[in-house]
């Protein structure tokens, strides 16, 4: 597995890390013993760096992962949670006294006395701009109460806005095959003012392991199914914003892009982790999985030999002929 440093925390990371929504709700129901399962099946796999939040099942996510962390205290694991969405996501929630609260609390369910990293997450775009907002993190880690914080993106504006913060450790923001945006400013950005990006959602919701049909339907408590129009959180979180329709058409091409295009036998999901990972700028991409082999072949893309120029130009020919016109100018 590549390592590579987590921008301004100074942490070596590894380049693909383990997305943990689907182990607290969100994605259909995960047993306790399947996201242990998944936890130590990443870890032996090379993943070092985990991502949560809060709210992921309420805490359910920050819980396992904290009993995941007390049995390996010595593996160099890095965890970056998230705060800010458990109460209304309004600008004046987003102060001090909110802060100490949520992160006490994660520090409660990850058993640590400091967070390794806490990241806004996804607040009102205004948040951004607050001076007031940054003094309350510069506080944070001043207190101990976290060695780092950083931000978690919708769109590129907000992102550039972070980026310019001198305190702001890393942006978290979606990247993937189907959301090409951020390569133009964002990553050039980041890499110049020494802020880690952490690329979520780099499968487009499953999207790019091309194991969807038109036909195939998920539970009623999985996004994919409840937040297809945007009516639990930003519909750019589910598929990418992709019209499910169009998607499982472009990931056919994907398919045939990763047979085509690389002399390497890799499935398309790990085909579009190893892209991701791959641009410059990019620090680490954190794809979820529900079950340890998920977890293996995932990681196992963290240690592919760089995709060539073929293989780039063929993704940015999807994008432009198939994508674009949904995403480009939304986020």
Known sequence: MEKQV?????????VVGLGTW???????????????????????????????????????????????????????????????????????????????????????????????????HCPPTAVYSDDEVYDALDTLVADGVTAAYGVSVETVEEALTAIARPGVASVQIILNAFRLKPLEEVLPAASAAGVGIIARVPLASGLLSGRYTKDTVFGENDHRTFNREGKAFDVG?????????????????????????????????????AWAWQRPGVSTVIPGARSPEQARLNAAAGSVEVLGPLFTSGVREIYDEMIREHVHDRW
């Open 22 to 120: 689907q182990l607290g709700a969100d994605w259909g129901d995960v047993s306790d013993e399947a996201a242990r399962g998944v936890l130590e099946a990443a870890l032996e796999s090379g993943v070092t760096f985990y991502d949560t939040a809060d709210v992921y099942g309420d805490g359910r996510s920050e819980q396992a992962i904290g009993a995941f962390l007390a049995d390996h205290q010595d593996a160099g694991i890095t965890v970056a949670t998230k705060m800010g969405r458990r109460m209304d996501q309004v600008p004046e929630n987003y102060v001090l006294s909110n802060f100490r609260e949520w992160t006490d609390r994660s520090r409660r369910n990850l058993g640590v006395e400091r967070l390794d990293l806490v990241q806004l």
């Open 237 to 273: 979180e589910t598929f990418s914003g992709v019209p499910f329709e169009t998607g499982v058409d472009a990931a056919v091409r994907f398919t045939e892009l990763a047979s085509s295009a690389t002399a390497q036998d890799l499935t398309p999901a790990q085909a579009a982790i």
């Open 6 to 14: 987590l921008g301004r925390t100074g942490r070596m990371v590894s």
